[in-house]
């Protein structure tokens, strides 16, 4: 079965940095993209970035030149690194796969950032 477990997350001020982990099961690891999406209170789940198979990385301009995604295949693990960062990356950030048309979603692990 496929389980994503995310941790890592926790409170910081503004300008600090965290870094994020995905520790994944259950399916194979090194031919599926990863991804980190956020949710606000209030608002909608969003994109944060993505990782493929062959480390080709996206990032959502609001995170860009900040937070760096990263995989490590031996560890079966996914990374998100997150630097300088603002209130507004305040949110519940989830791990999340598409596996045969399927979404698998790890349980959110919660970042604050005080101003």
């Known amino acids: 079965q496929v389980q994503l477990v995310e941790s890592g997350g926790g409170l910081v001020q503004a300008g600090g940095s965290l870094r994020l982990s995905c520790a994944t099961s259950?399916?194979?690891?090194?031919?599926?993209?990863i991804d980190w999406y956020r949710q606000a209170p209030g608002k909608q789940r969003e994109l944060v970035a993505s990782?493929?198979?062959?480390?080709?990385?996206k990032y959502a301009d609001s995170v860009k030149g900040r937070f760096t995604i990263s995989r490590d295949n031996a560890k079966k693990s996914v990374g998100l690194q997150m630097n300088s960062l603002k209130p507004e990356d305040t949110a519940v950030y989830y791990c999340?796969?598409?596996?045969?048309?399927?979404?698998?979603w790890g349980q959110g692990t919660q970042v604050t950032v005080a101003s």
């Open positions: 999340h796969l598409k596996r045969w048309g399927s979404d698998y």
């Open positions: 259950g399916f194979t690891f090194v031919i599926n993209a």
């Open positions: 990782i493929s198979s062959t480390n080709s990385t």
